[in-house]
T-cell receptor
């Protein structure tokens, strides 16, 4: 079974621009979560989607948004990019049901803001 | 104070040694505990997943949870150079009620010397 895939793998953007990142979960997984990883703050939760609805949201500004499609694929968008948004953005999917809550991560998208 | 504390290392051991990695946490609501391994410039890979207190073994890996002490451990037996990576502990409160956000430790960098 294929793992979580994320595109693109690398991005370079300029301050003030916006960016959209994509995530395809493991087949059959309906929950998708997004995390930001930086050297200073580590891994921090952004938001989680299930059945096209945002179920949980972390402590990030409104410039960070996301959505989930009917096939469980998810996108996250960051508007008005700032230098501090440079990070590895990770998507994780989780099987819903049978008491299985572990999350499986994709390889991440490395975003550099200049 | 962070909710999850983890010694960043680096931890350097000879090949074949038993490695002990630990995390402490302050939020008594945490009930699900995970260990991830992350190689440089890759996404985190799920190693172990446990619920509540007790031990769980999988091959060379053993995870322990002591909820009374708010302390979790990961033991690696017969460590190999390929185990050299950053190990992250993660935990969540009640994913069965939809609260799936993972709170991560800062990660411990492990180096296994041949």
């Amino acid at each position: 079974k294929a793992g979580v895939t994320q595109t693109p793998r690398y991005l370079i953007k300029t301050r003030g621009q916006q960016v959209t990142l994509s995530c395809s979960p493991i087949s059959g997984h309906r929950s998708v979560s997004w995390y930001q990883q930086t050297p200073g703050q580590g891994l921090q939760f952004l938001f989680e989607y299930f059945s096209e609805t945002q179920r949980n949201k972390g402590n990030f500004p409104g410039r960070f948004s996301g959505r989930q499609f009917s096939n469980s694929r998810s996108e996250m968008n960051v508007s008005t990019l700032e230098l501090g948004d440079s990070a590895l953005y990770l998507c994780a999917s989780s099987l819903e049901g049978d008491g299985r809550y572990e999350q499986y991560f994709g390889p991440g998208t490395r975003l550099t803001v200049t | 104070q962070k909710e999850v504390e983890q010694d960043p290392g680096p931890l350097s051991v000879p090949e074949g040694a038993i490695v002990s990695l630990n995390c402490t946490y302050s939020n008594s609501a945490f009930q699900y505990f995970m260990w991830y391994r992350q190689y440089s410039r890759k996404g985190p890979e799920l190693l172990m997943y446990t619920y509540s207190s007790g031990n769980k073994e999988d091959g060379r890996f053993t995870a322990q949870v002591d909820k009374s002490s708010k302390y979790i451990s990961l033991f690696i037996r017969d460590s190999q150079p390929s185990d050299s990576a950053t190990y992250l502990c993660a935990m969540s409160a009640r994913p069965d009620t939809g609260r799936r956000a993972l709170t991560f430790g800062s990660g411990t960098r492990l180096q296994v010397q041949p």
